[in-house]
């Protein structure tokens, strides 16, 4: 990690190219894809034009498809600067590009948040994405977060949110271990449960770890109201929030 490149290339090898196994080692990540999918939905459902909707850290395509199969009527911009994965997305969801419904970035979410007119998203979406990011990092992505969206705009992301009750977030913690193990040494891939071990302790270091009274509290900083934490499953949970019209 360095000022100019501030998030770690993480998912550049086996993780990124191989990420759709987390489906069987943290099946609640699975879970909370198809859940941001259906709160797109729900926002984007009976509007009369098609809805912009921004998703950052597509990965190859999981919740990308979730959108685009919840959501019939939107378009989204696929924003994802690994190009290991961003590659197994575009040949995953081929067919959604061809109709004209998807897009890709091959930005950083910062830089392609910049890149984008303020008030030109209805949605900005993400899953298991600001974790990974340097909590400087994440603060400047979530205000920009907030300059794009449309006024009435919503933010949505599902997420590991570190819970408050430092002991109760270890026991968690600890049983999603437990989860990597049995699943990764039942099909012989120690080469994959030490990647992801590995990554685990960025996720819980000190200036990654999204503890959950803190990210509301940034994202209320940003200006977003009506902020809900709609959803938990151990550390995984679904947060929203709305940039107010107005």
């Known amino acids: 990690m360095s000022a100019d490149n501030p998030f770690d290339a993480m998912f550049s090898g086996v993780i990124g190219r191989e990420y759709d196994m987390l489906k069987l080692i943290c099946p609640f990540a699975a879970e909370m894809s198809r859940l941001v999918g259906l709160e797109v939905a729900d926002f984007c459902r009976g509007r009369d034009t098609a809805p912009e909707v921004v998703e950052l850290g597509g990965g190859t395509g999981i919740t990308t498809l979730a959108i685009l199969s919840a959501a019939e009527n939107c378009r989204v911009l696929s924003v994802d600067s690994e190009p290991t994965m961003q590659n197994q997305a575009k040949q995953n969801l081929q067919d959604w590009a061809k109709q004209g419904r998807l897009e890709f970035s091959g930005q950083d979410a910062l830089s392609a948040l910049r890149d984008l007119p303020e008030h030109s998203a209805d949605v900005v979406a993400s899953a298991y994405t600001l974790h990974n990011f340097e909590a400087g990092y994440r603060r400047q992505v979530l205000a920009e977060i907030y300059r794009v969206l ?91 929030a709305v940039k107010e019209a107005g």
């Open 150 to 240: 449309k006024p009435g705009g919503k933010f949505v992301n599902g997420d590991r949110y570190a819970l408050d009750d430092i002991d109760e977030h270890t026991q968690a913690t600890q049983r999603e271990v437990v989860g990597y193990f049995r699943a990764l040494i039942g099909i012989d891939r120690l080469d994959l449960l030490e990647h992801w071990i590995i990554h685990l302790f960025s996720d819980e270091s000190e200036n990654h770890v999204m503890r959950e009274s803190v990210a509301l509290a940034q994202m209320a900083e940003a200006g977003f109201g009506r902020i809900q934490l709609k959803r938990r499953i151990d550390v995984n949970a679904l947060v929203t």
